[in-house]
């Protein structure tokens, strides 16, 4: 068996994990473990294909999930833990009255919430007999004087800037208690107990509005933001991108009559790098970076390594504000702060240029 030394094998830019997996197998058939270098990255594995984490901004590839929780809920992530598609982010417990009551009406109605520039939540209620327009949804802007019913109803008017969070069917519930004091409630209708009816009568105790808990919809990296009357969790999606495009490496002692079985019928798409004739070994700075990303080198940082933050506008670049007080403002980026995630945006206010620092997800390219 020859000296372990490091090779690259050239492929297509797209290609590298398909064809490590097929190096990888044909290493196991052949039973030629023994003349590879093992890289431990999460299991044994002969080929290594370096790549980076990279978090890009909502307005390019890496969208974001945004998850609103109110305070009544247990929240169960915390900013910048990672977490996978279906783990639990947030919880509330079922429910319960307090005391015996009598449901005296249940009234089928729609909730649209708009949130303000300022993030404060702007509540609608109506019958859901009136009906809900279709372009009122979820994530759409609307602005003062916006009809909510298809019969542009002036008793149901938008009467603020800002953005559909929530469109939902809730029930409103009226109680009236022992003492004859009555209570309403609003629940949507997913939670509402399903024994609940008009003339039923509730001891204490009984449980009116069902647990619900908050599951994510993607993997990523959890960032939590507090507001007046609720949190924001945003899951922030993490690329793996290829550090070094078209190529997977390998530490082995293979003679060249073996390497060259290894690839075999891989000649298309793959190819060790060297002269025509011989595989050539890698050396240098080069070999050094490959090592320290299989985690077989030591990496001259310390603390632990987050995931590279990824803009798409650069200093000089002409952004628009989308939240907050200067939502609709346009500016310059005059400084970016990866480690924050903000940005720094000069705006004319009054003829003068005043900087606004913002975060990432606060500003939209134009």
């Not at 910048?80 to 509330?92: C, E, H, K, P, S």
């Not at 509402?192 to 009568?201: D, S, V």
């Not at 960032?223 to 190529?247: A, F, H, S």
């Amino acid at each position: 068996m020859q000296r372990k030394r490091w090779f690259a094998i050239q492929t297509y830019a797209g290609s590298e994990l398909r064809v490590k997996r097929q190096l990888e197998e044909r290493v196991r058939k052949l039973g030629w473990e023994g003349f590879f270098e093992p890289i431990r990255t999460g299991g044994v594995e002969y080929f290594f294909v370096p790549v980076e984490e990279v978090i890009t901004s909502r307005s390019g590839r890496g969208r974001t999930s945004e998850y609103r929780i109110p305070y009544d809920y247990d929240l169960m992530v915390a900013t910048n833990a990672r977490i996978q598609r279906g783990d639990l982010i947030a919880r509330r417990a079922p429910k319960h009255l307090a005391r015996a009551a009598e449901v005296v009406a249940v009234e089928p109605l729609w909730r649209v919430i708009v949130e303000t520039q300022t993030h404060s939540d702007v509540e609608y209620i109506l019958p859901q007999e009136k009906g809900l327009r279709r372009d009122i949804r979820v994530g759409e802007r609307v602005r003062p004087g916006l009809p909510l019913t298809p019969d542009a109803d002036e008793h149901y008017l938008v009467d603020v800037r800002g953005q559909v969070v929530a469109r939902e069917r809730v029930r409103r519930v009226t109680l009236r208690y022992e003492n004859g004091e009555e209570e309403t409630r609003i629940i949507p209708e997913a939670y509402l107990h399903p024994r609940i009816r008009p003339g039923q009568r509730l001891p204490n105790g009984a449980e009116l509005e069902r647990e619900h808990k908050i599951y994510a919809r993607a993997s990523g990296l959890v960032k939590v933001k507090e507001y007046k009357d609720k949190r924001v969790v945003t899951v922030q999606r993490i690329e793996k991108r290829r550090l070094i495009p078209g190529y997977v490496f390998t530490k082995m002692g293979l003679d060249e009559e073996q390497m060259y079985e290894l690839i075999q019928g891989l000649e298309r798409t793959a190819r060790f790098v060297g002269s025509r004739s011989r595989p050539v070994p890698i050396e240098g700075p080069e070999i050094l970076l490959v090592q320290r990303k299989a985690g077989l080198a030591e990496v001259p940082v310390t603390g632990v390594k987050a995931p590279k933050v990824e803009v798409e506008f650069e200093v000089g670049e002409v952004v628009q504000i989308v939240e907050g007080p200067f939502a609709d403002f346009t500016g310059e980026v005059r400084e970016i702060d990866k480690e924050a995630e903000e940005a720094v945006v000069m705006v004319k206010i009054f003829g003068r240029e005043t900087p606004v620092r913002i975060g990432f997800d606060g500003i939209e390219k134009v």
